[in-house]
């Protein structure tokens, strides 16, 4: 079996929140590259967008009225995704430190471990 085959075959048996801590771990491991390297603007970009891209698919899944969530809890995630996006702008744009995106994802994997 392929890689692309295997990781299509894992990714289908996974319940979401399995799903959504992976992706969490992917792009927090990105931004811990980035805090302890010496990183490339082209890796630090990756790494920031691929970030933001995770937030922004979570936003737009929590506004669409198809989701499950409790509506405040939704409103919170939406809120946390503008943030991303608007604190990812600072550490591209002026250098601003990564941690506290780093600090945001890493609470998000502590919900989605909680059971």
């Known amino acids: 079996m392929s890689i692309k085959a295997y990781q299509r075959a ?5 319940h979401p929140r399995e799903l959504e801590y992976r992706a969490f771990g992917q792009a927090t491991a990105g931004l811990v590259r980035l805090k ?4 490339t603007v082209d890796e630090k970009v990756q790494a920031i967008d691929l970030n933001r891209r995770l937030w922004n698919m979570l936003s737009a899944d929590c ?4 989701n499950r969530l409790p509506l405040a809890l939704r409103g919170q995630i939406i809120s946390l995704a503008l943030w991303v996006a608007r604190y990812s702008s600072e550490v591209l744009r002026d250098g601003a430190d990564v941690e506290p995106l780093i600090d945001i994802n890493r609470t998000m994997m502590e919900g989605l471990a909680v059971r």
Do not use: L, Y
């Open 63 to 66: 506004a669409s009225p198809e």
């Open 36 to 39: 302890e390297g010496a990183p």
């Open 10 to 14: 894992a990714t289908q048996a996974e």
